[in-house]
C-alpha cells in the first residue's frame, strides 16, 4: 500500500510565480517538490546517476530563469518541467558516444512506468499516477513504445530494434500511442 | 505544384526531438504557415505531455537541491505572493469538494470519476481530522475510481518537516499502516500541508489517524 501526494496545479502555478520573483522559500519548496520526477527522467534516459543530476540541476536553473514566462494554460508545471528536463537530457545523450542500454533496463523503466509507482516506494503525485493509468490502459505495444520513447528517450529505430519490429511498426505505435493519450485525457475533462 | 506537408512520422519526429536542425527549421516554418499542421501537431505534443508525467520519480543524492538552491544564488527574502484570503478559499473549495463527495480536489477532478459511483454508498464520505485537543487541521474522504477505493487525505495546517503514519481503522478494530509521509512547508505561512491518495483494498476504514514516529496519534478522523 502507498500514498500518493496530490497534484495542485494551483498551488504549482503559484510556486512558479513566486520563483519569478526571486522567493527563496519558493525556490527550495520547487526543488523539493519536484527534483524526483525531474531526476528520474533524466537518470531514464541518460542512465547515469552523475549525468542526470547535472542534468536535473540544469533544468531547474533553465525553469528558474524561464519562470516568468510560464503559462499555466499551455500545460502543468510537472509537464513544462519535465519538457525542459528531455530536451537537456537527449541533448546530453547526444553529445557522448552512444552507449548500449540493457534491455532489462528498459524493460524495468516499462514496467515502473506502468505501474504507476515510484521504484523506491515513495509514492508520487496524483498527475504521475494518472498518466501512468492512462498508459497502462492503451494497448500493450503502444504503451512500451511510448515509455521507451518519451520517458526513456529512445529514438524510433531504437524502439523498433528493442521490440524486434520495423522501424515504421515503431513509429506507427509510438504515434497512435500519443495520440491515445491526449483523446483519455479529453475524455477526462468532458 | 502540390503544397508540401509533413508526413505523420516527421510530426511524431519533431515532437520527440529526433530531428536534425535542418528538418526542424522546415517543420517549424511550416507549422507556423499550416493550421491543420499545426493542429496535428499540438495533439502530438499533447500526448507526448501527458506520457511524461507518468516518468517515474527516483530521488537524486543527498544534498541534490541544496547544490541546485546555491546554483540558483536566490536570496531574496521571503515574499509570499499568496493572500491568506486567496490561502483560505482554496481551502475551503477543497473541504466543500471532499463533502460534496465529488473528490474535487484541484488536479485529481480530472482522474477520478464524477460519476454517482465516484463514492462508496457509506455514509457520512468526508470527515475533519481533528487533534486531542480538537483542533481541526484537514479532512479525510473517501472515493472510488475504476472499482479501486481511495483515502483521501488533506492537511492544512500541519508543522514543516513532520513525518506521519497514516493508519486505517477498520471497523473490527484493526490497524492498517497506509504508508508513512511528510509534510510539504506551505512557504510564507510557517505551516506544512499535504494532500494524499492511499490506496485500500477491502471495507473503507471505519477512522483515520495520523500517528507520529513516536507512536502518539496526532490527528484522527472518525467517519
Given at each position: 500500500?502507498?500514498l500518493?501526494?496530490l497534484?495542485?496545479?494551483?498551488a504549482?502555478a ?41 542534468v536535473?540541476?540544469?533544468a ?6 524561464a519562470?516568468a514566462s510560464?503559462?499555466?494554460r499551455?500545460g502543468s508545471?510537472?509537464?513544462?518541467l519535465?519538457?525542459i528536463?528531455?530536451n ?8 557522448r558516444?552512444?552507449a ?10 516499462i514496467?515502473?512506468s506502468l505501474?504507476?509507482s ?21 494497448p ?12 526513456g ?5 531504437e524502439?523498433?530494434?528493442h521490440e524486434?519490429?520495423?522501424l ?11 495520440l491515445?493519450?491526449r483523446?483519455?485525457m479529453e475524455?477526462?475533462?468532458? | ?8 512520422d516527421?510530426?511524431v ?6 530531428t ?5 527549421e522546415?517543420?517549424?516554418a511550416?507549422?507556423a504557415?499550416c493550421?491543420a ?6 495533439q502530438?505534443?499533447?500526448?507526448l505531455?501527458q ?19 546555491t ?8 515574499t ?6 486567496t490561502?483560505?478559499l482554496?481551502?475551503?473549495?477543497l ?6 463527495g465529488i473528490?474535487s480536489?484541484l ?9 454517482s459511483?465516484v463514492?462508496?454508498?457509506q ?21 472510488r475510481?475504476?472499482g ?9 495546517a500541519?508543522?514543516?518537516g ?10 473490527d ?7 508513512t509521509?511528510t509534510?510539504?512547508?506551505e512557504?510564507?505561512?510557517g505551516t506544512?500541508?499535504g494532500?494524499?491518495?492511499?490506496p485500500?483494498a477491502?471495507a ?5 489517524e ?12 472518525t467517519f
Open positions: 500500500m502507498g500518493f501526494s497534484s495542485d496545479r494551483a504549482d503559484a510556486l512558479v510565480s513566486a520563483l519569478a520573483v526571486n522567493d527563496e522559500a519558493a525556490a527550495t519548496a520547487f526543488v523539493r517538490r519536484f527534483q524526483g520526477p525531474v531526476f528520474g527522467l533524466a537518470v531514464s534516459i541518460t542512465r547515469d546517476r552523475v549525468l542526470a543530476e547535472d536535473a540541476q540544469e531547474f536553473l533553465r525553469a528558474w530563469r519562470s510560464y503559462d499555466s499551455r508545471v510537472l509537464t513544462w519535465l519538457t528536463t528531455r537537456l537530457a537527449i541533448d546530453a545523450i547526444r553529445a558516444r552512444a548500449p542500454v540493457e534491455a532489462g533496463e528498459l524493460e524495468l523503466l514496467s515502473t505501474s504507476g515510484a521504484p523506491d516506494g515513495t509514492g508520487g503525485r496524483v498527475e504521475a499516477l494518472a498518466a501512468a493509468d492512462r498508459l497502462a490502459r492503451l500493450l505495444e503502444q504503451a512500451r513504445a511510448v515509455v521507451l520513447a518519451v520517458i528517450g529512445r529514438t524510433g529505430a524502439v523498433a530494434e524486434g519490429i520495423p515504421g511498426t515503431a513509429k506507427t505505435r509510438i504515434r497512435n500511442g500519443l491515445r493519450m483523446l483519455a475524455a477526462e475533462r468532458d | 505544384m502540390t503544397e508540401w506537408h509533413p508526413d505523420p516527421q510530426l519526429a519533431l515532437a520527440l526531438t529526433e536534425d536542425a535542418a528538418q526542424q522546415r517543420l517549424v511550416h507549422l504557415g493550421p499542421c499545426r493542429d496535428d501537431y499540438a502530438l505534443s499533447d500526448g505531455q506520457a511524461l508525467a507518468a516518468t517515474p520519480a527516483f530521488a537524486p543524492s543527498a544534498g541534490f537541491s541544496g547544490r541546485v538552491l546554483a540558483m544564488g536566490s536570496t531574496a527574502a521571503v509570499p505572493i499568496r493572500s491568506r484570503r490561502t483560505v482554496m481551502v475551503a473549495c473541504l466543500v469538494g471532499l463533502l460534496a473528490g480536489v488536479g485529481i477532478n480530472a482522474w477520478l470519476d464524477r460519476s459511483s463514492v462508496t454508498a455514509e457520512p464520505v468526508a470527515a475533519r481530522l481533528l487533534t486531542s485537543g480538537g483542533d481541526a487541521i484537514g479532512s479525510v474522504g473517501i472515493a475510481r475504476s479501486r477505493t481511495f483515502v483521501l487525505l488533506n492537511v492544512t500541519g508543522r514543516s513532520a513525518r506521519y503514519d497514516c493508519i486505517l481503522v477498520g471497523s478494530g484493526s490497524r492498517l499502516n497506509g504508508g509521509w509534510l510539504s512547508d512557504y510564507g505561512r506544512a500541508s494532500a494524499w491518495l492511499v485500500i477491502g473503507p476504514p471505519v477512522a483515520v495520523l500517528v507520529t514516529p513516536t507512536g502518539t496519534v496526532w490527528a484522527r478522523g
